[in-house]
């Protein structure tokens, strides 16, 4: 089966800008979660959303939000770019989020913010 | 906070059993142990889960003590393509999606 799709791979912004980036989960996973990682801080979670709704949300400013849509497909956002934004952004899919369900993650985005 | 320990670094000979340990002295009782590695920039991938038995797979074993204050990851017969670094997490059924990463340990197999 298709794994965790994540687009684009790459990206180059400036900063100031806006970017989204997309994941369309494993087919009948209903939550998807989405991480930041850099060298410094290492993987951070941001936020996981479950049918349409989040229902989780880490320490991020409001510059990052996020939605999924009714087949399970989900989208995060970055407002006002920041040299700090640019990292390697992950996402995972699970048939549900919780213990024994295990996550897949995708090979995730790589944003650099210039 | 992480709620684990790994050491940060750790060798192996490629074709002999590399075990990496893990601390988390601080799990409750519905507290599920995961492993993950990550290869170089790429995604993490899922290795093997376990809450209170020993767990094999595929891919790895994983050896969780009675008291279930730690566990041990042991990939068998180690190949050039087991270096990663590998995450140890625990993860409760209420947990809404949010893994929390340490550093992990790097482990590098050397032929």
């Known amino acids: 089966k298709a794994g965790v799709t994540q687009t684009p791979r790459y990206l180059i912004k400036t900063r100031g800008q806006q970017v989204t980036l997309s994941c369309s989960p494993i087919s009948g996973h209903r939550s998807v979660s989405w991480y930041q990682q850099t060298p410094g801080q290492g993987l951070q979670f941001l936020f996981e959303?479950?049918?349409?709704?989040?229902?989780n949300k880490g320490n991020f400013p409001g510059r990052f939000s996020g939605r999924q849509f009714s087949n399970s497909r989900s989208e995060m956002n970055v407002s006002t770019l920041e040299l700090g934004d640019s990292a390697l952004y992950l996402c995972?899919?699970?048939?549900?989020?919780?213990?024994?369900?295990?996550?897949?993650f995708g090979s995730g985005t790589r944003l650099t913010v210039v | 906070d992480a709620k684990t320990t790994q050491p940060t670094s750790m060798d192996c000979a490629e074709g002999r059993a590399a075990n990496l340990p893990c601390n988390h002295s601080t799990i409750s009782g519905n507290e599920y142990v995961y492993w993950y590695r990550q290869i170089h920039s790429q995604g993490p991938q899922y290795i093997i889960h376990?809450?209170?038995n020993n767990e094999t797979n595929e891919m790895a074993s994983l050896i969780i003590t009675e008291d279930r204050k730690s566990s041990t990851l042991i990939l068998p017969h180690a190949t050039l393509r087991d270096t990663a670094v590998y995450y140890c997490?625990?993860?409760?059924?209420?947990?809404?999606?949010?893994?929390?990463f340490g550093q992990g340990t790097t482990l590098q197999v050397k032929p």
């Open positions: 995972a899919s699970s048939l549900r989020a919780g213990a024994n369900y295990g996550y897949t």
């Open positions: 997490i625990v993860e409760g059924s209420s947990n809404t999606g949010k893994l929390i």
């Open positions: 376990g809450l209170k």
């Open positions: 959303y479950f049918s349409e709704t989040q229902r």
